[in-house]
């Protein structure tokens, strides 16, 4: 089967840069995916990560490493509006049907 | 409107009740998906879809059923609601590749009293 861990609460305060840690079980891999979800709000997607690296799309970077099984989401420069819950997602198998994380609550302070 | 929409947004049912939860995406995407999510443990899957007439099991399928007669449609039905399947439900579509982006629906709330 597969697993994907991840912290459930994260702090941090406006302007810092944090970092959301995501590791995972499965064979098969093909890539890892984050999603940004606010209160009452559904899922949107921020990026997906196939091979290894950083990737970087403006305040938000996401990096991989396949030999690891692990992955994160990079946020710098936080605002407020970044509190949300964030989910990495892991696609593998044959099938490409991701499978979620339980997400971690991302809470910025002023 | 374009996108992906789900209704009804909020439900309260009874047990023993068969609901019906409805999905359309007007993108023409081959995949579509149906997610609980309940707090602490994330958005869990419970049935998809590749095509029209294609549809397969998640994570947790118990006592529910999909179809997909067509591309844009696909709805969920309780068959006999329980309270344990009062949850937050998202529908997604996703077009073919795994690295292409799962699109959410905006969720319909469900209460089963």
């Known amino acids: 089967g597969q697993s994907l861990e991840q912290p459930s609460e994260v702090t941090a305060v406006e302007g810092a840069i944090v970092q959301i840690n995501c590791t995972y079980q499965?064979?098969?891999?093909?890539?890892l995916s984050w999603y940004q979800q606010h209160d009452g709000g559904a899922p949107t997607f921020l990026s997906y990560n196939a091979l290894d690296g950083l990737e970087e799309t403006g305040r938000f970077s996401s990096f991989l490493s396949r030999s690891d099984s692990y992955g994160y989401l990079l946020l710098q420069e936080l605002q407020m509006k970044d509190s949300a819950s964030y989910f990495c997602?892991?696609?593998?198998?044959?099938?490409?049907?991701?499978?979620f994380g339980r997400g971690t609550s991302l809470i910025v302070h002023p | 409107d374009a996108g992906i929409t789900q209704s009804p947004r909020y439900k309260i049912t009874e047990t023993g009740r068969q609901v019906t939860l409805m999905c359309h995406q007007t993108?023409?995407?081959?995949?579509m998906f149906w997610y609980r999510q309940d707090l602490g443990h994330g958005l869990r899957l419970i049935y998809y879809s590749a095509a029209a007439d294609i549809t397969d099991k998640g994570e947790v399928p118990d006592g529910y059923v999909v179809s997909r007669s067509k591309t844009e449609n696909f709805p969920l039905t309780l068959e006999s609601a329980t309270r344990s399947q009062t949850s937050v439900y998202f529908c997604a579509s996703r077009s073919g590749g795994a690295y292409n982006e799962q699109f959410f629906g905006p969720g319909t709330r469900l209460t089963v009293l």
């Open positions: 997602a892991v696609t593998s198998g044959g099938s490409y049907i991701p499978t």
């Open positions: 993108w023409s995407h081959s995949y």
């Open positions: 499965t064979s098969g891999f093909y890539g």
